[in-house]
């Protein structure tokens, strides 16, 4: 277990770098949706980041911080893989590791989803940015770093027995 917090402080900490960044992340995913000639749709999925990255991004700012964010994504997926192994679960914690492994899903579709106070990412963005364009992909993050807290303190609470049982 706690290899796991370790795992979690480490994103977040990652996190933290990534949010300093935000403006420049809105701003490189409005270069790459105007280099692709696609101002009407929102970003709604990693995979949708992914391929702005790879076919519209056209400076090295750009594509740092779209990676960067790509990377925690990455990071969040594998980190949802090691709550798994850590124990069968329980109907609650695996409600919140289904919920990020859906979040985190390459093609799940993002657009309505927005975070939640204390978080204030959504509150950076002008009203049109937050409600058409990017509100679900600046959301994914804190939302999913909010289930997998909820998901250790639910593990913790758990008997030995079921965490060494998930572990052998």
């Known amino acids: 277990?706690?290899?796991?917090?370790?795992?979690?402080?480490s994103i977040e900490q990652k996190y933290k770098l990534f949010q300093q960044q935000q403006f420049t992340f809105v701003a490189a995913l409005e270069h790459c949706r105007e280099n692709a000639h696609d101002?009407?749709?929102?970003?709604?999925?990693?995979?949708?980041?992914?391929s702005y990255?790879?076919?519209?991004?056209?400076?090295?700012t750009d594509r740092r911080v779209l990676l960067m964010f790509l990377d925690i994504c990455t990071e969040?997926?594998?980190?949802?893989q090691h709550f798994e192994a850590l124990h069968?679960?329980?109907?609650?914690?695996?409600?919140?590791?289904?919920?990020?492994?859906?979040?985190?899903s390459q093609s799940n579709d993002l657009s309505s989803l927005r975070a939640k106070?204390?978080?204030d990412v959504v509150n950076h963005l002008s009203c049109d940015e937050a409600r058409n364009h990017y509100g679900g992909v600046v959301s994914l993050i804190p939302v999913v770093l909010d289930l997998m807290?909820?998901?250790?303190?639910?593990?913790?609470?758990?008997?030995?027995?079921?965490l060494q049982h998930g572990a052998t």
């Not at 277990?1 to 402080?9: C, G, I, P, V, Y």
């Not at 101002?39 to 992914?50: A, D, G, T």
């Not at 969040?76 to 949802?80: A, E, H, K, Q, T």
Request: net charge positive.
């Open 1 to 9: 277990m706690n290899e796991a917090k370790e795992a979690l402080r």
């Open 39 to 50: 101002k009407i749709r929102p970003i709604s999925s990693i995979e949708q980041v992914q």
């Open 53 to 60: 990255m790879e076919h519209h991004c056209s400076n090295s």
């Open 76 to 80: 969040l997926s594998r980190i949802c």
């Open 88 to 104: 069968a679960g329980t109907p609650v914690t695996n409600n919140f590791l289904d919920k990020c492994k859906t979040l985190v």
């Open 117 to 119: 106070y204390p978080h």
């Open 149 to 162: 807290k909820e998901w250790i303190a639910h593990s913790e609470k758990l008997p030995r027995k079921a």
